[in-house]
């Protein structure tokens, strides 16, 4: 097929690689009809940062995330929000 660039099946490459195949014409639109009703769904590759530390996110996760959901404070009756209290 020649793509080198990226590697993604985009509908406009299915549309040609059928076109080519099987010698039939359909539209992007027609090819994502056909792909869904065989079962097949759109996916993206997962992108993860280049500067991403495992080891750090895995302390975070273990000392860190278990406080997020400790209560924060004493809701008043009216307050808007959990940290600000009502004025009265």
């Known amino acids: ?3 080198t660039e990226d ?19 359909y539209t992007p639109r027609g090819v994502s009809y056909l792909l869904h009703r ?6 993206a590759p997962q992108r993860k940062a280049a500067e ?3 080891e750090a996110i895995a302390t ?7 406080l997020a959901g400790q209560r924060r ?5 009216g307050a808007a929000s959990p940290t600000k209290q ?3």
């Not at 404070?73 to 009756?77: L, V």
């Open 60 to 66: 975070w996760m273990k000392d860190t995330w278990p």
């Open 52 to 54: 991403r530390d495992e």
């Open 7 to 25: 590697q993604r099946w985009t509908l406009a490459r299915v549309t040609a690689l059928i076109g080519r195949l099987f010698h039939v014409t």
């Open 86 to 88: 009502a004025h009265r």
């Open 73 to 77: 404070g004493i809701r008043t009756r």
């Open 1 to 3: 097929m020649g793509w």
């Open 38 to 43: 065989l079962g097949w769904s759109p996916q």
